[in-house]
């Protein structure tokens, strides 16, 4: 079934130092998603992307898709406290096109 | 989400026991998802209904059970639990077709003793 890895399971940064989380597959993606989950949240929708190579920046948070549609990255620019918590992309796959979710980076940020 | 809500909240039981986590929405999602999420291992699907009559089996269903009494509600069952399934579970919501966001309730914080 479809799988995504997804790599660091944890990251811990200085604020102000940069982030990124990958997420990586064997096959061919449809598209990608990306949540972002507070420390004792839930899992909140951050962004889709589709097509191949795209690009999508939401103020200093940078996701893009790979051009083989293969994998993708979260990058986050100077962070800041209020960024910790745990990203996780997902794909959809599986005998029903569900929603299959990698294992999530955790980020912890030092101020 | 406040339009997807989740009781109780958080529940202590006793190994053995059958216990019930219910599950609202108001957004009008025909699709309803029950998730575990434990330490490391992200989430993982355990149930998921895509209409009323339309219930199935996720990766992780066993010692589970569900029920879709409405479009508005899904009912997570443990039949009789164990100490394993210690976890926080969320339920989620989406409209149908490939690529549509889900939307997480706040979660049920579970401890089998």
């Known amino acids: 079934g479809q799988q995504v890895m997804q790599i660091p399971q944890y990251q811990h940064v200085q604020e102000g130092e940069d982030f990124t989380t990958y997420c990586n597959s064997s096959t061919t993606l449809s598209n990608i998603q990306w949540y972002k989950q507070r420390p004792g949240g839930h899992p909140v929708f951050l962004i889709q992307l589709v097509k191949s190579g795209e690009v999508k920046k939401q103020k200093r948070l940078t996701f893009q898709f790979g051009e083989a549609k293969k994998n993708s990255s979260l990058h986050i620019t100077a962070t800041q406290t209020t960024d910790v918590g745990t990203y996780f992309c997902?794909?959809?796959?599986?005998?029903?096109?569900?929603?299959?979710f990698g294992k999530g980076t955790k980020l912890s940020v030092k101020p | 989400d406040a339009d997807v809500t989740q009781t109780p909240r958080n529940r202590i039981t006793k190994t053995g026991k059958r216990i019930m986590l219910e599950c609202s929405q108001t957004?009008?999602?025909?699709?309803m998802y029950w998730y575990r999420q434990d330490p490391g291992l992200g989430l993982r699907l355990i149930y998921y209904?895509?209409?009323?009559?339309?219930?199935n089996k996720g990766e992780i269903s066993d010692g589970y059970s569900v029920s879709r009494q409405a479009q508005a509600k899904f009912s997570l069952s443990l039949e009789s639990a164990i100490p394993n399934q210690t976890a926080l579970y969320f339920c989620?919501?989406?409209?149908?077709?490939?690529?549509?966001?889900?939307?997480f309730g706040p979660g049920t914080r579970l401890l089998v003793l």
């Open positions: 989620a919501t989406s409209r149908g077709g490939l690529g549509e966001t889900q939307y």
């Open positions: 957004k009008g999602h025909d699709r």
């Open positions: 209904s895509f209409d009323v009559k339309d219930i």
């Open positions: 997902a794909v959809y796959g599986g005998s029903q096109g569900n929603l299959i």
